[in-house]
């Protein structure tokens, strides 16, 4: 299986943008599909999240402007951001958890066995 990001791009505060993770040799809807964001200097952390049920998890810095989507994707996970902030700048990453096993929410980098190599977001103000 593999995962493969793309959509990002330089974009000025208050704009959208649609990530996209492709997923080829395995079916999406197998799998509960994460984005991370990895912002300049800190840590991977986990920012939304796509069960296998359809229902999404989300932190609370992005609700109200991240918004998930699998229907609209060939066989992976959109991520549509909205009024993009300069804090939203980072390289942003897609993962699968383990087969047919469903998050529940969002959940530790740690359990995510497959990665895309990420899509770079910047956002100035």
């Known amino acids: 299986m593999r995962l493969v990001e793309s959509g990002g791009g330089s974009v000025q505060s208050g704009d959208s943008l649609t990530l996209s993770c492709e997923v080829s040799?395995?079916?999406?809807?197998?799998?509960?599909i994460q984005w991370f964001r990895e912002a300049p200097g800190k840590e991977r952390e986990p920012i939304a999240t796509?069960?296998?049920?359809?229902?999404?998890y989300y932190a609370d810095d992005i609700k109200g402007r991240f918004g998930l989507s699998r229907g609209n994707a060939k066989n992976g996970v959109l991520l549509q951001i909205n009024s993009a902030k300069p804090e939203d700048t980072g390289r942003y990453y897609c993962?699968?958890?383990?087969?047919?096993?469903?998050?529940?929410?969002?959940?530790?980098?740690?359990?995510?066995?497959?990665w895309g190599q990420g899509t770079q977001v910047t956002v100035s103000s």
């Open positions: 796509s069960d296998r049920d359809a229902k999404k």
């Open positions: 993962a699968t958890g383990p087969w047919r096993i469903f998050c529940r929410s969002l959940t530790r980098r740690t359990w995510f066995t497959r």
């Open positions: 040799g395995a079916t999406a809807m197998d799998y509960c």
